[in-house]
């Protein structure tokens, strides 16, 4: 058995890149709290600071076996962090911009295109909402609505945390409601956005 605390970050970025689950767990408990002072600092929010510091980890052992044993592990660690921090403000912004656009064109057109429309256009808009969401959120989001998956089984099959998967429905509910409210579509909401 490894003594995987007295190794130096080279010698576990080897292991690493051999699959060796001791060296990820030392590389995690090493850093992991590092990392999560460094990202909550940047987004001042717990648990995006954990999903994120969780999807870091995650990353860096599935992709493990592409490491540069000459890497520096912990500005490794540091520069996908900010990376992953900046991304997630991106795309927060991105949606903000949407969410925007969606709105003002809902007060200028009014609820009336809403009673035009039958049952499958009603549900090809909602669709479209679904579909404009970030991928990952998404994927959560229709296997739990779509497939009833629970959030256990989903974080098992997708390989993160239940947390993880609470806080993609959360978000996915907090994007679609105001959209699909502001489009008219009440029912909707009440039924499957429950």
């Avoid at 970050?9 to 690493?16: A, F, M, N, S």
């Avoid at 030392?26 to 002072?37: C, E, G, K, L, T």
């Amino acid at each position: 058995m490894e003594n995987y605390g007295s190794l130096t970050d080279k010698e576990l970025i080897v292991l690493l890149r051999a699959g060796d689950r001791g060296a990820f767990t030392q590389v995690y408990n090493r850093y992991w709290s590092s990392m999560y002072a460094h990202v909550y600092k940047m987004l001042r929010n717990r648990e995006e600071a954990m999903d994120l510091v969780q999807d870091l980890f995650s990353a860096l052992w599935l992709k493990s076996s592409e490491l540069n044993p000459e890497t520096k592990l912990s500005g490794h660690l540091y520069l996908s962090a900010r990376n992953r921090v900046f991304n997630l403000i991106r795309q927060n912004r991105v949606k903000n911009d949407y969410l925007g656009a969606v709105i003002k064109f809902a007060e200028e057109s009014g609820t009336e295109m809403m009673e035009q429309l039958d049952e499958k256009d009603l549900m090809e808009a909602i669709e479209a909402e679904i579909r404009n969401l970030p991928e990952k959120m998404r994927e959560v989001f229709e296997l739990s609505r779509k497939h009833n998956l629970s959030h256990k089984e989903i974080a098992q099959q997708l390989g993160i945390s239940d947390q993880t998967v609470r806080k993609q429905v959360q978000n996915a509910l907090r994007i679609l409601k105001p959209r699909l409210q502001s489009l008219g579509i009440g029912m909707f909401v009440l039924f499957y956005l429950r």
